[in-house]
């Protein structure tokens, strides 16, 4: 397997980006976020793309920006809530180790505060997050290969978790390939 040692997926709130800095900190490889890619590309902060540009045109910066890490990106790489929504980046993450963060809906409303600088979350804060967890919460398990609960956990033990596992599967698949 090419391509990123873990990628991160989950809804806004899951605690990707902090999770993803720490777990890249501790396996000693690089990290990288899809949203954070995306703004260097375009110049502009998501807001300001969804706002200037439009959604699709987002999503289709977003789609690029996926495949292209997913193929050159050897750490660890976070991936904004949506992405997986594109079915040509589902089908790149099938040849990955995804770990979906999940987050409930308490938790996830309590991190993302009022959603300032979130375009998705315009309006009820609550209301809007519970329908993304319950539109996307499927799609993320239907992609991860480990899935690790993230409500009332610190961060670093959070993302323990995730180095266990990958080293876990990084081993297992190299003892199958001997």
């Given at each position: ?130 329908q993304l967890l319950d539109e996307r919460t499927p799609v ?38 001997s």
């Open positions: 397997m090419t391509g990123p040692r873990a990628v991160l997926v989950g809804t806004m709130g899951a605690g990707k980006t902090t999770v993803g800095r720490l777990v890249a900190d501790r396996l000693g490889v690089g990290f990288a976020d899809s949203d954070e890619l995306v703004e260097a590309e375009a110049g502009k902060a998501v807001q300001d793309i969804f706002v200037e540009d439009g959604e699709a045109a987002f999503r289709a910066l977003e789609r690029d920006t996926v495949a292209r890490t997913l193929a050159q990106h050897d750490g660890v790489l976070s991936l904004g809530g949506g992405a997986v929504l594109d079915p040509a980046t589902r089908a790149l993450l099938a040849d990955h180790a995804v770990v979906f963060l999940r987050v409930g809906l308490a938790d996830a409303v309590k991190r993302v505060g009022l959603g300032t600088g979130r375009p998705l979350l315009l309006g009820n804060v609550r209301a809007r997050v519970k993320y398990e239907g992609l991860a290969r480990v899935v690790v609960e993230t409500d009332g956990r610190e961060p670093e033990e959070i993302a323990a978790e995730i180095v266990a596992a990958v080293t876990a599967t990084t081993a297992a698949t190299t003892e199958e390939e």
